[in-house]
């Protein structure tokens, strides 16, 4: 089993930035890709950032040049730099991981709040 943490959520002005991070239970060299993804009120979940094992990244159209995804293996933790958001950026925010067998673990997820 594989257990992500979410973390640094939070209620934020349209224009500012959050980091978020999830935290991994394994080494997240490991796993073949994670990536974070969020869900906005009576929405589906969407992909926001997909990084593969290599480091590899490539994000959604709508978070292009405001979104970074990093990762930190000696921390076996992967980030999400969101600058300029905006109130469209609001959802609960969830971090995944799938491994070597195809299986897939997410996280409890975090709330992010843009509003002014």
């Known amino acids: 089993q594989v257990q992500l943490v979410e973390s640094g959520g939070g209620l934020v002005q349209p224009g500012g930035s959050l980091r978020l991070s999830c935290a991994a239970s394994v080494n997240i060299g490991s796993l073949n890709t994670m990536g974070w993804y969020r869900q906005a009120p009576g929405r589906q979940r969407e992909l926001v950032a997909h990084?593969?094992?290599?480091?590899?990244?490539n994000y959604a159209d709508s978070v292009k040049g405001r979104f970074t995804a990093s990762r930190d293996i000696a921390k076996k933790t992967v980030y999400l730099q969101m600058n300029s958001l905006n109130l469209e950026d609001t959802g609960v925010y969830s971090c995944?991981?799938?491994?070597?067998?195809?299986?897939?673990?997410w996280g409890q997820g975090t709330q992010v709040t843009v509003s002014s």
């Open positions: 995944n991981g799938v491994d070597v067998f195809g299986r897939t673990f």
């Open positions: 990084m593969t094992r290599d480091g590899a990244t």
